[in-house]
T-cell receptor, first 115, second 112 residues
């Protein structure tokens, strides 16, 4: 079974631009979550999508948004990029259901550098 | 809110030494607890988990026991190898959603 895939793996943008990151979950997984990883703040939860609906959201400004498609693939978008948005963005997928079944599987991440 | 506190790194050990990485948590209800490992340049891999009090998670020689009375989930291994060098994250998930709260990570370096 293929794992979680994220594209692109690396991205360089300049301040003020916008960026879209993509995540394809494991086949059959319908929940997708996004995390930001930085040296200063560690791993922080961005949002979770299930059945094309955002179920939960972390404490990030409105410049960070996401969506999920009917095939469970998800995208996140960051508008008006700032230097502090430079980070590794991780996507995780899981099956919905009882707590003992919904282990999260992480992708390799997209490394975003904002210049 | 939910939080996870884990010992600061980096931790440097000689091969075959014993490892303990401390982790304590604050959460409402009865969270599930996890240890994730991140190798250089890679995403996170689930190392082990425990979903209720007194459960012991184990994998690849690593163990951790869910201690509700001390709100702890310390990671242990009896004999580390060079290949165990990585960053280890303690984490919890509470409630019915998928949001995982992570600790700051502990970098482990094992030298031959």
């Amino acid at each position: 079974k293929a794992g979680v895939t994220q594209t692109p793996r690396y991205l360089i943008k300049t301040r003020g631009q916008q960026v879209t990151l993509s995540c394809s979950p494991i086949s059959g997984h319908r929940s997708v979550s996004w995390y930001q990883q930085t040296p200063g703040q560690g791993l922080q939860f961005l949002f979770e999508y299930f059945s094309e609906t955002q179920r939960n959201k972390g404490n990030f400004p409105g410049r960070f948004s996401g969506r999920q498609f009917s095939n469970s693939r998800s995208e996140m978008n960051v508008s008006t990029l700032e230097l502090g948005d430079s980070a590794l963005y991780l996507c995780a997928s899981s099956l919905p259901g009882t707590r003992t079944k919904n282990e999260q599987f992480f992708g390799p991440g997209t490394r975003l550098t904002v210049l | 809110g939910d939080s996870v506190t884990q010992m600061e790194g980096p931790v440097t050990l000689s091969e075959e030494a014993c490892l303990t990485i401390n982790c304590t948590y604050t959460a409402t209800g009865y969270p599930s607890l996890f240890w994730y490992v991140q190798y250089p340049g890679e995403g996170l891999q689930l190392l082990l988990k425990a979903t209720k009090a007194d459960d012991k998670g184990s994998n690849k020689g690593f163990e951790a026991t869910y201690r509700k009375e001390t709100t702890s989930f310390h990671l242990e291994k009896g004999s580390v190898q060079v290949s165990d060098s990585a960053v280890y994250f303690c984490a919890l998930r509470a409630g019915g959603y998928q949001k995982v709260t992570f600790g700051t990570g502990t970098k482990l370096q094992v030298i031959p």
